[in-house]
């Protein structure tokens, strides 16, 4: 009986000390190349409104509640959230260098307390395609750093998802 109990706190024990291993940053980044004008693909991007018919997370809940305040398109522009699968947050506009960079802050309140940060950016490739690099980084504190483990991998799955829905969009656009 005592090595059963042992076995059972060893188990549950585990994750914390792994966790103290961990690193508390995560990060992922991902590259595409897009077949259109790069001033058409940054026009684009900078509407956060228009997360809605690419990003997987605005995707995965057709059913969530939005509210918008401020002007899309714009530094302090809010889009928040809530729905059964997205949970509750907030991702607002931070800085815009125009026809190059999109830096966004994202705040989560369900189904954890999280703040993360997103840039965009659009390098010309041709007259006619545009390199988008969609980068999200942020911190989980100790011991939910242990989710650092996978989330760069996951949050890197559903970027590239995300990154496909656009191509497809703007080169299907014309």
Same mark, same amino acid.
């Given at each position: 009986?005592?090595t059963?109990?042992i =076995?059972?706190?060893?188990?549950? &024990? *585990? ?11 995560y &990060?992922?980044?991902?590259?595409i190349i897009?077949? &259109? $004008? ?5 026009d ?5 409104k228009n997360q809605?018919?690419?990003s997987? /997370? +605005? ?12 002007i ?7 889009? &928040?959230?809530?729905?059964k %699968?997205?949970?509750i947050?907030?991702q607002?506009?931070? +800085?815009i ?6 830096? @966004? ?5 369900? $189904?954890?307390?999280?703040t993360?940060?997103?840039?965009m950016?659009t390098?010309a490739m @041709?007259?006619? +395609?545009? %390199?988008? =690099? /969609?980068? *999200?980084y942020? @911190?989980?504190?100790y011991?939910?750093? =242990?989710?650092? *483990?996978i989330i ?8 590239d ?5 656009l %191509?497809? *969009?703007?080169e299907?656009?014309?």
């Amino acid at each position: 009986m005592t090595t059963i109990i042992i =076995i059972i706190l060893a188990l549950f &024990a *585990l994750p914390f000390v792994i966790a103290l291993f961990v690193k508390k940053e995560y &990060a992922a980044e991902r590259t595409i190349i897009i077949n &259109a $004008p790069k001033h058409e693909v940054f026009d684009y991007l900078k509407h956060i409104k228009n997360q809605d018919y690419y990003s997987k /997370w +605005s995707m995965m809940d057709p059913e969530m509640k939005r509210e918008y305040r401020g002007i899309d398109g714009q530094e302090g522009f809010i889009y &928040a959230w809530e729905g059964k %699968k997205a949970g509750i947050g907030e991702q607002e506009i931070k +800085s815009i260098a125009e026809g190059e960079r999109l830096t @966004t802050e994202l705040r989560f309140v369900k $189904p954890f307390v999280s703040t993360g940060h997103v840039y965009m950016v659009t390098e010309a490739m @041709t007259e006619h +395609s545009t %390199k988008v =690099i /969609w980068g *999200l980084y942020g @911190t989980n504190p100790y011991p939910r750093n =242990i989710m650092n *483990l996978i989330i760069g991998g996951m949050l890197g799955k559903d970027i590239d998802t995300s990154l496909n829905n656009l %191509k497809k *969009l703007l080169e299907n656009k014309k």
